[in-house]
């Protein structure tokens, strides 16, 4: 009796633990358009290109807004539709404020010498897809990387049949902007991939404007110097190595971040959590086993010979 009690409790507690999987953030591949920086880091290989923050509007413009990446966290890490994927990142409400919030602004003087703040012309146009995205404030940075976050979150979900395919990825992680000490970890790792910006064959191109990126390369990371000043955290500016004449171009030093401009730009990084994420897997049954019989004490034997004789005389 006891040793089948003690076997349906050990049945059930088996049960328990195969209801879950606890799934590490281990990923053997790095997040997209980053390579590996340090420990659960992981830098963008180049700037925010202008075409980057173009797919950013063109999502605002079908409909998504900052307040889906709640439902966007409750869905399916792996095995997700993608029309299930869309419907839920662009819910076909286009919020006309918050568009017109991540729109890039600059001043820009009319003929008869009045500024106008109107939409940057980099923007506008298809021959600056490759180049750093300029003009743009904090934050805007802050809501790309959010957006960022969400849509390769849904990537990873629709392109993963599986939970063995899922983990070659990132599961918990969130794009944001680089910290001065992240930025100058990547500068002593990387310092020998920063090369001089080549000289400008296009004439429409002017003088003070960023130049384009090369494509993207497995584990590159790229730094052009005299091109743009990237935005780090806490208000400050990598420069040294931009356009910017009145910061001089030489070693890498630091200064304030105040209002959007054009020779400042800026990249991601990745920071992926060790936190385990728990996943609900089909509970398998412990295979049962014929419970024991209790063996019964023996009954006892009639008493035979000298003792069963002098049981005799007494009751005589």
Known sequence: MISS????????????????????ASPTKPPLGTVYLDSNLYIDQQPVRVIDYLEFLHDIRKGYQPKVIDSINK??????????ALSVLLPNKFD??????????????????RKVLGID?????????NFPVVNVGYYQMIEFCRW?????????AVNSMSLKQRQKYPIDFQFRIIKRSEWE???AIYFENVVKLEAKNDA??????????????????????ENVGEYLADDIVSTGLNWNTKYGIGDVRYVYYNNPTDWV????????????????????????????????????????????????????
């Open 265 to 316: 730009g800026f990249r991601c990084i990745c920071e992926v959590k060790n936190a385990p994420i728990v996943v609900e897997q089909p509970v398998k049954k412990p295979e049962e086993k014929p419970a024991q019989k209790v063996e019964e004490e023996p009954k006892a034997k009639k008493l035979k010979g000298i003792k069963s004789e002098d049981v005799k005389r007494k009751k005589k």
């Open 75 to 84: 869905l399916p890490l792996f095995g997700l539709n993608e029309n299930e």
């Open 121 to 129: 012309n980099q923007i506008m146009g298809n021959k600056y897809y």
């Open 5 to 24: 009690i003690l076997y349906r409790s050990v049945g059930l507690l088996w049960l328990l633990l195969l209801s879950v999987v606890c799934v590490y």
């Open 204 to 225: 429409e191109i002017g003088v003070n404007d960023p130049a384009p990126y090369p494509d993207r390369s497995q584990n590159y990371f790229a730094y052009i110097s």
């Open 185 to 187: 970890k990547a500068m």
């Open 96 to 113: 006309s404020l918050f568009y017109d919030r991540m729109l890039l602004k600059t001043w820009q003087v009319l003929s008869s010498d």
């Open 148 to 156: 960022r976050t969400a849509k390769v979150k849904l990537h990873y």
